[in-house]
């Protein structure tokens, strides 16, 4: 069983950076994907990046590349969103989400399909 533990959410002012962990455990081959997805109410849900269990490979939205980092600690099973230059935009619950599956990276970081998920982190951005 795949399990997601998220951490790092939380109040910053504009410009400022956070650092979002997730935890991962469970994984049975390298054939997975995990991403970090955002969900504001009335909005739907935005993939934010996505990163290659097997090869490091990283995808990001355009709303957030050259801003946001997403990278893993191999030994750790943790995986990072480092936010920089954060903005009211940006606000919202970040889920951690994971597909182990040979096509894991298409499934996840194109289609957006995940059959695993964290709790949520919440990430606000005010003045």
């Known amino acids: 069983q795949v399990l997601l533990v998220e951490s790092g959410g939380g109040l910053v002012q504009p410009g400022r950076s956070l650092r979002l962990s997730c935890a991962a455990s469970?994984?049975?081959?390298?054939?997975?994907?995990i991403a970090w997805f955002r969900q504001v109410p009335g909005k739907q849900r935005e993939r934010i990046s996505c990163?290659?269990?097997?090869?490091?490979?990283?995808y990001y939205a355009s709303s957030v590349k050259g801003r946001f980092t997403i990278s893993r600690d191999k030994a750790k099973n943790t995986f990072y969103l480092q936010m920089n230059n954060l903005q009211p935009d940006d606000e919202g619950v970040y889920y951690c989400?994971?597909?182990?599956?040979?096509?894991?990276?298409?499934?996840?970081?194109?289609?957006?399909?995940?059959?695993?998920w964290g709790q949520g982190t919440q990430v606000t951005v005010s003045a």
């Open positions: 989400e994971a597909e182990e599956h040979t096509e894991a990276v298409f499934r996840l970081c194109t289609l957006g399909l995940a059959n695993h």
């Open positions: 469970g994984f049975t081959s390298d054939y997975y994907a």
């Open positions: 990163i290659s269990g097997n090869d490091g490979q990283t």
